[in-house]
């Protein structure tokens, strides 16, 4: 692409066109440089290695076209790529939603049902219940603030509870027809509620949730009886630390 200084077709006289003979000049455009331009004149001097790679490939880069609808691309393409970097969605919701914000812009048809894979809808009210706190309970804001704008016609209602009671309480209230929609807790639950049939298996609903964006082994870690009973939202690594002063030879393993 390009960044352009566009001529108005109301101007007249010569000093606009002296503006723009200024700015094509090398020394003017290597000013420019501190600020990351990438230049247009490729007789300008570079001292950034990184510009100066970019100015290279401008001379073998395929632009992209001057259609009008190129105008609506660039806010949702450029949220897409946020999305991705700051882990607030996968790659693939990221380019559908950004495709679907881009054709509606254009009054264009997205792509047939048959071609796309089937997106849950929200409405109503969604109930969540979680023992996070601190910037956990925070950062959990955020993302029910981030679906909420995706899905306006959602809530979600939230209940902290202090993670040793999270479980008693869910299992209390689920067993007699109540409690929340959603619950967060660790795998260590799993066996316990699939068995008291408190939770539902998710593998029917693998394409529908995006369990198959996720990393196969986090899935295949949430499986109980050859079925997946819980959704990774993250994962964990748990290590043994021990002090080198103290314990001069750690034993090769633990029996």
Known sequence: GTKNIFLS????GDAPLAFLKFMSEADTQKMLTQVGHIPSNPDVQVDD?????FLTQTGVASYFPNEPEMGAVWTPAGDMIIKVLEGKSTAADAVKEACQLINAANNKEVAPAAMMPTAPTASGTITLWHGWTGAEADKLAEVIT?????????TV??????????????TTEASTGGGP??????????????????IQPLDDLATKIGLNSLNQSAVDANRFQSKVWAFPESTEAVGLWYNKTMVTAPPADTE
């Open 49 to 53: 290695p990184i510009i100066a790679d």
């Open 146 to 154: 981030a679906f909420q704008t995706r899905f306006p016609d959602a």
């Open 157 to 170: 209602d939230t209940l902290a509870v202090p993670f040793d009671q999270l479980k008693n309480k869910f």
């Open 9 to 12: 077709a109301n101007t007249s």
């Open 181 to 198: 929609d959603l619950v967060i807790g660790p795998k260590d639950w799993i066996g316990e509620l699939a068995q008291a049939g408190l």
